[in-house]
């Protein structure tokens, strides 16, 4: 029998393997929804995780990355390896589900209990074949569940620990509620945006709430340097290449009536173009430092580097396509015409490698909301067209790899 028959994923058994797990991995994906943590604190998470993969034979390391999880399976020689998050957010969910976080304060608000739950899922697959149909397995599969991606700092913390050495290519997936549950979005080239976290300190003088003239109101520069940025992003950039710079916490003054003298911004920027990311820091210090000495105050500004932008390989962006089709049929797969200003570390992990993500629709009958919303609830039924695309993928990369 040939290769290309042999990988057949009916004839393989291998709908029927999903199907037979399906109910364990949902139930799996609701206790970690319930007992979200977050980045760099996903202790309970990778135990579970551990345990499950143990139980199903691979050869697990724990704490790669601080927190991360590491699992090999299949014979020595070239490396294919799959990358999923385990990490949750600091907000109060709000979806109502019987299944909800019982951490307050604390949410799987994008997705990554879908993604753990997906990467369990291949893994199980993987596991049931090679017990199988051994022959079949002919690469080693490396898979790598991340912490910290909300901080951008898991991939790294990961790499560092050497995640990636020796990885030939590299898969990855996001859940997507701009995408309908039983389809996949696809996209070759950019993906994702550079980001940076931006910092700015306006100092200004205190006084009095009823004389404002004689002091410098930094809450009043502040405001300034908000709606200023924002303007001259408009007028000074090239408007071909977006730039987006969002504000999400600010803090400062001490009383109703005293005219606050210090207040922090904390803020993102977005940015799809590398040249042009790498300008920013010093655009932006120049344009904040102008704004306040306009208005009589000063600002301290930093700039941190987040993460580069996500530069899917087109081959591998193919192969994923062509999994798709072939499991979903290929209206289901979508080839996506613009990239996201949303950022991704999964981009850290491709310096010295290829590889590619892709989309995961999730949207039920009634839409979803955006990533990042209290009330947040993608789809389960999107998990086996991830953990299907993802399998299939893995598997043939290792019929095709050269």
């Not at 070759?188 to 306006?202: I, M, N, Q």
């Not at 102008?290 to 000063?298: L, V």
Request: charged letters at 20%; glycine letters at 12%.
């Amino acid at each position: 029998m040939e290769m290309l028959q042999s990988l057949n994923w009916h004839a393989l058994g291998l709908e029927q393997a999903l199907a037979e797990v399906l109910p364990e991995l949902i139930q799996l994906r609701r206790h970690i929804h319930r007992h979200p943590e977050l980045s760099g604190h996903e202790q309970q998470t990778a135990a579970l995780v551990s345990g499950e993969l143990r139980r199903w034979g691979w050869q697990v390391r724990e704490g790669v990355g601080r927190t991360g999880v590491l699992a090999e399976l299949g014979p020595a020689g070239p490396l294919v390896a799959m990358r999923v998050d385990m990490d949750a957010l600091p907000l109060e969910e709000r979806t109502g589900l019987d299944y909800a976080s019982i951490q307050q304060g604390l949410m799987h608000a994008c997705g990554h209990d879908m993604h753990t739950a997906v990467g369990l899922g291949v893994a199980y697959l993987l596991a049931e074949l090679g017990e199988r149909h051994p022959e079949l397995l002919t690469a080693r599969v490396r898979l790598l569940f991340q912490p910290a991606e909300e901080t951008a700092q898991g991939a790294a913390w990961m790499k560092a620990d050497g995640a990636m050495d020796g990885v030939a290519a590299l898969f990855g997936v996001h859940v997507f509620p701009s995408l309908a549950a039983g389809t996949i979005g696809v996209r070759s080239g950019s993906l994702t945006a550079a980001a940076g976290e931006l910092e700015v300190e306006v100092l200004g003088e205190g006084g009095h709430g009823a004389r404002p003239h004689q002091s410098t109101d930094a809450i009043w520069i502040a405001a300034r340097v908000v709606s200023g940025l924002q303007e001259a992003i408009s007028r000074r950039l090239d408007a071909l290449h977006p730039v987006v710079v969002s504000f999400g916490r600010i803090e400062g003054g001490k009383a109703f009536n005293v005219i606050a003298d210090h207040v922090r911004l904390l803020g993102t920027v977005r940015c799809l173009d590398t040249d042009l990311h790498a300008q920013l820091p010093g655009w932006i210090e120049d344009t904040v430092q102008a704004i306040c000495r306009g208005h009589g105050g000063e600002a301290r500004v930093r700039y941190r580097v987040i993460s580069p932008p996500v530069h899917n390989d087109p081959a591998l962006t193919e192969l994923v396509a062509e999994a798709g089709v072939e499991l979903l049929g290929r209206p289901q797969v979508q080839w996506l015409e613009q990239p996201s200003l949303g950022a991704e570390d999964f981009a850290e992990l491709l310096d010295g490698t290829r590889g590619t993500m892709f989309r995961l629709g999730v949207a039920g009958p009634q839409g979803c909301t955006p990533l990042h919303s209290n009330s947040f609830a993608p789809d389960e039924g999107a998990l086996p067209v991830g953990i299907g695309v993802l399998t299939l993928s893995l598997l043939r990369w290792m019929e095709r790899r050269p």
